[in-house]
């Protein structure tokens, strides 16, 4: 399934998130400002090849959701400063708002991805970013969506339907997060639901990492999805490899962003964070994923051709410990496993 190397798509981008996601708050480590992030990044160098851009998070301290023209420009100059480019944003919904919520609920969350969808535009304009979607997710646990699961879907969708002529208004596109916190959402069966009651695949799409899809297979907070069986043995890869094309046959039509990542099959959460999928190290030896391999189930369509769907792929690093995030070397080693990736269903443009 390799092309030949030398490919230069899709870009290579880290995200920038993980210095946020599970700081800061109660029970977390503290946050990792932006300016280390893009350092850490910009250090990062295998045979000459580095990364080629980052994901943000539209967040303080990193990215005010309130940003003005004037912050954005000293932004984009920052960014294009350390030779990047901006790929994906990601829209800080769930902080007054929910997609299942009430009418002020919802209004908040709108205006969430309306003020990340202008700056997504806004950065486009400044010339800084090339590609990318704005993250989307439903804002509401699981428990709470299983209460009234058929009406708090419908709402969910009624919302992202929504969410979605503001994006359309703006020339961008929103990807959902497949991860099992997020209620309406937490499970492959309930994702693909979501999506089809929305019914619009070129504005609302999927996000896949590897790392989050990898509990689908697994059931967790739906155990009647599960796909691989119970008390699985690890060592068999057909029976794993099966259940993955089962996953990426479902979600691959969909999928708009697509983060590489690692996960040994256990959850995790850190600060306020909800227990999701537990981003690995790229060479940690309990991953259960052979990353290059089974990127290529979502890189790759039914007959083995590739999709060409993402521009970029990034890396997600989110709740790593602070210790290793500061280690030079944990960078190196992602990049190093994203450029797997790029040689084994990249192309040249």
């Excluded at 708090?152 to 497949?178: C, M, P, V, W, Y």
Aim: contains cysteine; proline residues 5%.
């Amino acid at each position: 399934m390799s092309e030949s190397r030398g490919n230069t798509f899709p870009k290579l981008h880290n995200a920038m998130w993980p210095g946020l996601v599970g700081k800061g708050s109660p029970g977390g480590e503290p946050a990792i400002d932006l300016d280390t992030m893009l350092d850490l990044t910009v250090g990062a160098s295998v045979g000459g090849v580095k990364f080629d851009g980052v994901d943000l998070f539209l967040y303080d301290p990193h990215v005010s959701i309130d940003s003005t023209p004037d912050d954005l420009k000293r932004l984009a100059a920052k960014i294009a400063g350390k030779g990047f480019v901006v790929g994906s944003v990601v829209a800080p919904v769930w902080f007054d708002g929910s997609a299942m919520g009430d009418a002020t609920k919802r209004a908040n969350y709108l205006t969430a991805v309306k003020k990340a969808c202008g700056i997504g535009k806004t950065l486009r304009e400044l010339g800084v970013r090339p590609y990318g979607v704005v993250r989307i997710d439903s804002a509401c646990s699981p428990a709470d969506w299983a209460e009234d699961p058929a009406s708090n879907q419908k709402t969910i969708a009624a919302t992202f339907k929504d969410a979605a002529k503001i994006a359309r208004d703006h020339g961008e596109k929103l990807a959902a997060e497949g991860e099992i916190c997020w209620g309406g959402m937490h499970s492959w069966r309930v994702m693909v639901d979501l999506l089809e009651r929305v019914g619009e695949p070129e504005t609302v799409g999927f996000q896949a990492d590897m790392a989050h899809t990898l509990l689908y297979t697994l059931g967790e907070n739906a155990p009647d999805d599960r796909i691989l069986p119970p008390n699985f043995d690890w060592s068999d890869k057909a029976t794993l490899d099966a259940a993955l094309r089962t996953l990426t046959r479902a979600l691959r039509p969909w999928t708009l962003d697509f983060h590489v990542a690692q996960n040994d099959a256990t959850v995790f959460g850190s600060g306020d964070h909800d227990h999701t999928g537990r981003h690995c190290l790229a060479n940690d030896p309990n991953g259960k994923l052979d990353i290059p391999h089974h990127a290529g189930f979502w890189l790759r369509d039914e007959s083995g051709a590739l999709t060409k769907a993402v521009n970029h792929i990034c890396w997600d690093g989110c709740m790593f410990p602070n210790e290793v995030m500061m280690k030079q070397q944990t960078w190196t080693d992602v990049l190093a496993s994203m450029i797997k990736v790029r040689d084994a269903h990249g192309w040249i443009a």
